[in-house]
C-alpha cells in the first residue's frame, strides 16, 4: 500500500519501486533503502553521507569521553566512590559505542555516489542542531520506562480524533512509541511513521518486529552512581501487525502524493521544524484529503530568530484556519514529561493538542529550501544583516583578543590594546575580555557528557 502514495522528495510525482529501493524517472534519482526502509531525502547521497558523518561524530564524542575518564581514574588519591561512577562510565560508554554502531550498521551498508553541488542546489541540506542523538531520551521513554506519559500521549491524541484513522501519518516520529500505540488501539488502514533520524527508525522496526534490543540511557541528574548509565532493555509489547510502515525522510518534503492520508498527526514537531508554521500547516494541508484530519501534539515552543514568528497557541490557531481547515479545537492538560525513574530531573508539561479538518486546498507553498540563494550559488552579496553585523563584530573583538594571549598579558594589558585598536574604551573591555574568557575557560574545562 505503501508504493502507492509514495512521491519524489523533488518534483513530488510517483515513485517506482526497484529492486534496491525507489526510483523517480523524471528527475532520475534512485532512492535506495536502508534495511527495508525507504530513504527518500531530495539528494540521498548527501542526506546519506550527513547521517554517517553524524553517526562518526557521536562515536568519537564517546571515544573522546572515554579518554577523559582514562586520565581522571589516573588522579591521585581518587575516591573509591568516584573510581565506581568512573569505571562504570567508561565501560558504558565503550559499550554503548558499539551498541549505537550494531544499531546503525545498515547506514553503512549502502553505496551511493555524493553529490554536494546537487545537494547544495536543492537546498535540502539536514538543520545542524538535529544531531544523531538530539532526542536520545526519547528512546528510553518510548521503549523502557514511559508507560504513564505514553498512555497518556495517547489518550490526548485519541480524545481528539473525530474519524476513524483510515490512513495515518505521523511526523516527526522519534522512535514511533506514539505512531505504535494509536496503530495498536484504533486499528487504521495504514500507519506510516516518518522520521529523518534513521536512527529512530532502524530502532523502532526491530521493536515493531518483536525484537528486543538493549541500549544505555544516561539520565541528566543520576539518582546514585549506578544509574548514571543504565543498560535498558527496550522491547514492545507484542509485534506490530497490519500495515505499520516506516520512512526516512524530511518531513518539510514529505514524499507522499497530494490527498494521501486520511489522518496526519504531528507530535512534538511543528515548532522545530524551520519552515513557518503556515508553511507546515500547508503542507499538511496538501498531504490530508478533503475533510482529513490533523491533529498537532506537544509544546507550541516557537523559536525564532524573528519575534514576530514566536507564535503563542491563539495565532497558531489563527493560522492553521487560514491554510484551508477549520479553526482548531484546542485542548492543554499537564502531564509529566521525561521522568526516568533512574534521574532527579523530570518536569510537568502542559502539552497543547488541536485538531482540525481540512475544509479546502490550501494555496500551493514554495518547496522547502534550507539554504538562501547567495549561499548556494556563490554570485550574490552576503547581506548585512544586524545579526550578522553584531556577529563580524563580536567575531573580530574576539579573534583579537585570543591573538593577544601570550601567556604574559594581564586583562588589564590587553584592554589598552584594545583602545589603542580603537575597538573600545579600557573601561569597556576589561569586563567584555573577561567574560570573554570565563567562556573560554569553562568551554576548555567542560566535558563532553552523556548525549
Ligand atoms: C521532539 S522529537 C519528538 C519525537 C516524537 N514525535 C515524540 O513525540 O516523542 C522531534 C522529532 O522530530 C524529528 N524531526 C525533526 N525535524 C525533522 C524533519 N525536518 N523531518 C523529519 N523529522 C524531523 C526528530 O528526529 C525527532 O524524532
Not at 579573534?399 to 586583562?411: E, P
Request: with cysteine; net charge negative.
Amino acid at each position: 500500500m505503501l508504493d502507492s502514495i509514495l512521491a519524489c522528495p523533488r518534483c513530488d510525482n510517483a515513485l517506482t519501486p526497484t529492486d534496491g529501493g525507489h526510483a523517480c524517472g523524471g528527475c532520475q534519482v534512485d532512492f535506495p533503502s536502508i534495511a527495508g526502509i525507504p530513504f527518500l531525502f531530495a539528494e540521498p547521497s548527501a542526506a546519506l553521507g550527513e547521517w554517517r558523518a553524524r553517526l562518526h561524530m557521536e562515536t568519537r564524542r564517546l571515544d573522546h569521553e572515554v579518554r577523559l575518564i582514562e586520565a581522571a581514574l589516573d588522579a591521585p588519591d581518587l575516591r573509591d566512590s568516584t573510581r565506581r561512577r568512573l569505571t562504570l562510565m567508561q565501560h558504558a560508554y565503550r559499550d554503548h559505542n558499539e551498541r549505537l554502531l550494531a544499531l546503525l550498521e545498515p547506514l553503512g551498508l549502502v553505496e551511493l555516489e555524493a553529490n554536494i553541488e546537487s545537494y547544495l542546489a536543492l537546498r535540502t541540506r539536514l538543520p545542524g542542531d538535529q544531531g544523531l542523538v538530539t532526542y536520545y531520551p526519547n528512546v528510553h521513554r518510548d521503549w523502557s520506562w514511559g508507560e504513564r506519559e505514553n498512555e497518556a500521549s495517547a489518550d490526548l491524541v485519541t480524545d481528539m480524533l473525530d474519524q476513524p484513522l483510515g490512513k495515518m501519518l505521523v511526523l516527526g516520529a522519534g522512535p514511533a512509541r506514539l505512531a505504535c500505540d494509536l496503530h495498536d488501539r484504533l486499528t487504521p488502514e495504514l500507519t506510516v511513521a516518518l522520521d529523518f533520524n534513521p536512527m529512530f527508525m532502524l530502532l523502532a522496526q526491530r521493536l515493531l518486529r518483536g525484537e528486543t534490543v538493549e541500549l544505555y540511557e544516561f539520565p541528566i541528574a543520576p539518582s546514585s552512581i549506578e544509574n548514571s548509565a543504565v543498560l535498558r532493555t527496550l522491547q514492545a509489547e507484542a509485534p506490530v501487525t497490519g500495515e505499520f510502515e516506516l520512512v526516512i525522510a524530511d518531513a518539510a518534503r514529505a514524499p507522499f502524493l497530494n490527498g494521501s492520508f486520511d489522518t496526519i498527526i504531528t507530535p512534538w514537531v511543528t515548532d522545530i521544524l524551520p519552515s513557518d508554521i503556515a508553511e507546515t500547516a500547508a503542507r499538511i494541508n496538501h498531504l490530508l484529503r478533503d475533510d482529513g484530519q490533523w491533529v498537532n501534539f506537544g509544546s507550541l515552543a516557537f523559536d525564532n530568530a524573528d519575534p514576530g514568528k514566536r507564535y503563542s497557541r491563539e495565532e497558531v490557531v489563527e493560522i492553521v484556519a487560514a491554510q484551508g481547515f477549520t479553526t482548531p479545537h484546542v485542548d492543554e492538560t499537564r502531564i509529566p514529561y521525561m521522568c526516568s525513574p533512574a534521574s532527579r530531573h523530570g518536569r510537568q508539561e502542559t502539552v497543547v493538542t488541536f485538531a482540525a479538518r481540512k475544509t479546502k486546498q490550501a494555496k500551493r507553498t514554495a518547496r522547502y529550501e534550507a539554504l538562501p540563494n547567495w549561499l548556494v550559488k556563490g554570485d550574490a552579496p552576503v547581506p548585512l544583516s544586524d545579526s550578522l553585523r553584531m556577529q563580524a563584530t563580536s567575531t573580530r573583538i574576539h579573534a583579537f583578543v585570543m591573538s593577544l594571549i601570550d601567556g604574559k598579558r594581564s586583562i588589564k594589558d590587553m584592554a589598552k590594546l584594545m583602545e589603542a585598536q580603537q575597538l573600545m574604551t579600557q573601561h569597556e573591555a576589561v569586563p567584555t575580555i573577561r567574560t570573554f574568557l570565563i567562556k573560554m575557560l569553562e568551554a576548555s574545562g567542560r566535558g563532553v557528557g552523556p548525549p
